[in-house]
């Protein structure tokens, strides 16, 4: 085992500086709101309502937590086990519904409402989603595959980036920690004619805890946001980000008993050759059409570019370049006490990879070309039955196609490292809950979701190098199962009490069985917790 140690976590603060343009006195009447738990999760923030187990940060408690990554901030927060290869939060994936080295494309993450999820199993360094410019993070525990599709089958994780303002505000903060842990931020956002406009730098670099774990990242954060009341209203984010991080390896038991700071790579004297970088770029739009005071139509669109140097060694290096487009087109309205969102939601990843045999890449060998295509259409709706009793359902059905060709010109012949192949499949998802609540601060829910998840392309197609007894897999099925769930909370004005219970349980879970060297669907599994 690595560990994640919390040496990581900045110990003491060089400066901190607030530069807002309220007087004074205003500041002094400022108090650090608590973290609230919603049970009636409002999606998006739109209209049709449904039950959940939900935990929300402000963005005064985000800054008053003194979390680097939003991971730290759930692990240390919201008690998220937070697993990670390179053993540093930052670089890892929350575990969510029992999930552990399957959870990174069994959780989406939304910025803006737009995923960020990579279309393979490796996860999104939360380094590229950096803390400044955050004013919300929600945290939606269990399955919401009819609203958000395939990622969505532990929970999502939504991150809201900064709002519309009128006045001027400056942020400027710096830390420093352990294992010469440093972090710098700026923030200035601004009304200009109407508009809104916001900046944000940050930057970080560490040691890191073990030997060969350092990394350093810098991200821009660009936000314009139009005039409010008029019949169309946008919203405009780039965000730009570098990263390096180094690998330390794993260790066996007695290693890490030893010394649990030692790298394997180091000893032997390779430890230049493991290492990663990754360059991201995202540009993002939202627009909102004012229907009528009872409907509003929606847009959301994205591009994101992602470039990775990968390097495992003396002989493994590898070049990723990701592209994703994505649109999300929602109809949302309200009728007395019914309410309801309908809409549908379109990705094309495209990515391109090189391997090389040196690590100035001068001599690629390898090649792969792939494109996947997710298409899905989803309907919700809630209904108020009287002011105790709320009652909702929604229905989806999403599809998806995958192109996958490789090339290995060293050994040209070995259809296990060259192909031409594609596949395709699609999946219903179906939710249904019902809530009650009273003046006294009870609520009871139960809801119950049919679920689906897409096979990553690295779990069908063995592109990377890793040699599988079928190089496309097109007989491995979707994940479908089954997930219920029942939640209760009491709140007054000094206690709060909650409670959840889920079962969920998946035909055709995709796992790596090492007698068969290939990904399988097993039979059925089964997931209890509270």
Not at 138 to 165: C, D, K, M, P
Not at 226 to 246: K, Q
Request: glycine residues 10%; contains cysteine; negative net charge.
């Amino acid at each position: 085992p690595t560990g994640v140690n919390p040496g990581l976590q900045p110990r003491a603060w060089a400066a901190c500086l607030l530069l807002v343009s309220a007087p004074s006195e205003h500041l002094k009447s400022q108090t650090t709101l608590s973290r609230t738990e919603v049970w009636a999760t409002r999606l998006s923030g739109v209209s049709a309502d449904t039950p959940g187990n939900n935990t929300t940060f402000t963005r005064e408690e985000i800054e008053n937590s003194g979390a680097a990554t939003v991971a730290e901030l759930l692990q240390n927060q919201a008690g998220i086990p937070v697993g990670s290869f390179f053993g540093e939060p930052g670089l890892g994936t929350p575990i969510l519904r029992g999930f552990a080295e399957g959870a990174s494309n069994r959780t989406l993450i939304l910025v803006d409402g737009v995923p960020v999820v990579r279309p393979d199993i490796s996860s999104t360094p939360w380094f590229q989603l950096p803390m400044g410019p955050l004013e919300e993070v929600e945290l939606l525990r269990g399955s919401r595959t009819v609203r958000y599709g395939t990622n969505a089958l532990a929970g999502v994780i939504s991150l809201e980036t900064a709002r519309a303002t009128d006045r001027f505000t400056g942020t400027v903060e710096s830390a420093v920690g352990s294992d010469a842990t440093y972090r710098n931020r700026l923030g200035l956002t601004s009304p200009v004619g109407g508009w809104s406009l916001g900046g944000h730098f940050e930057d970080q670099r560490s040691d890191g805890y073990r030997d060969n774990s350092g990394y350093e990242t810098s991200s821009l954060h660009l936000t314009f946001i139009s005039p409010a009341g008029s019949p169309v209203e946008g919203r405009w984010t780039f965000s730009a980000n570098d990263l390096f991080f180094e690998n330390p390896g794993p260790l066996t038991e007695e290693q890490f008993r030893e010394d649990p700071r030692q790298s394997p790579y180091v000893e032997f004297g390779i430890a230049d050759s493991f290492f990663n970088t990754e360059d991201s770029i995202r540009a993002t739009q939202a627009l909102t059409w004012n229907i009528s005071p009872d409907m509003t139509l929606s847009l959301n669109s994205s591009w994101q570019g992602r470039d990775r140097e990968l390097n495992f060694g003396p002989g493994s290096h590898t070049d990723n370049e990701l592209e994703t487009w994505f649109v999300e087109p929602v109809l949302t309205g309200n009728s007395g006490e019914f309410s309801y969102e309908l809409g549908m939601r379109a990705t094309r990843d495209d990515l391109d990879l090189t391997r090389y045999q040196d690590l100035d890449r001068n001599l690629p060998f390898a090649f792969a070309d792939l494109q996947r295509d997710l298409f899905g259409v989803f309907a919700l709706g809630s209904y108020q039955i009287n002011e105790q009793w709320l009652v909702s359902a929604g229905a989806a059905w999403d599809t998806y196609s995958l192109n996958a060709a490789a090339n290995d010109t060293t050994f040209p012949n070995d259809p296990g490292l060259n192909f031409d192949r594609s596949g395709s499949d699609d999946a219903f998802a179906f939710e249904a809950a019902l809530s009650y609540r009273n003046s006294e601060g009870l609520e009871v829910w139960t809801r119950y979701d049919r679920v689906h998840r897409f096979p990553a392309i690295d779990e069908i197609a063995a592109y990377q190098g890793f040699i599988l007894t079928d190089p496309f897999n097109v007989d491995l099925q979707p994940e479908r199962g089954h997930n219920l769930e029942i939640g209760a909370s009491l709140a007054t004005e000094c206690l709060h009490l909650s409670l959840t219970g889920y079962s969920l349980w998946l035909d055709g879970e995709i796992g790596y069985d090492f007698t068969e060297n290939s990904n399988v669907n097993f039979a059925r599994t089964y997931r209890l917790g509270l």
